[in-house]
């Protein structure tokens, strides 16, 4: 599996950001998808979980409410909609992906076989 994420920036405060995961070479619906992401000085901290096949989700406190994730079979694509976002949310950004997690795994990224190269996303005015 090879993630590709893309995102753009910088975003003003209360502003608004969609990043896509996408891998090319093959399908997604039999992975967890992950995105974590990990601000300067900081450790790498999850933001939100889906499982492909049964559309469950997972998020953390700091972004429930704000963010989104989603998927679209047609483009073999999970979303991270961000809303409302905060110069807090500034980061790095990476989706992760492992077929065998359980539910209690997910906001693990050392449960997770295989990461994007990671997008920075920056939250300023």
């Known amino acids: 599996v090879q993630l590709q994420a893309s995102g753009e920036g910088p975003v003003q405060p209360g502003g608004f950001l969609r990043l896509p995961c996408a891998d090319s070479?093959?399908?997604?619906?039999?992975?967890?998808i992950g995105w974590f992401r990990q601000a300067a000085g900081k450790e790498r901290e999850f933001v939100a979980a889906?499982?492909?096949?049964?559309?469950?989700?997972s998020y953390a406190d700091s972004v429930k409410g704000r963010f989104t994730i989603s998927r679209e079979t047609a483009k073999n694509t999970v979303y991270l909609q961000m809303n409302s976002l905060k110069p807090e949310d500034t980061a790095v950004y990476y989706c992760?992906?492992?077929?065998?997690?359980?539910?209690?795994?997910?906001?693990?990224?050392?449960?997770?076989?295989?990461w994007g190269q990671g997008t920075l996303v920056t939250v300023s005015s």
């Open positions: 992760a992906a492992d077929r065998t997690l359980i539910r209690s795994s997910w906001s693990k990224p050392t449960q997770y076989d295989y």
């Open positions: 889906i499982k492909w096949s049964a559309g469950h989700t």
């Open positions: 070479g093959r399908s997604l619906r039999p992975y967890v």
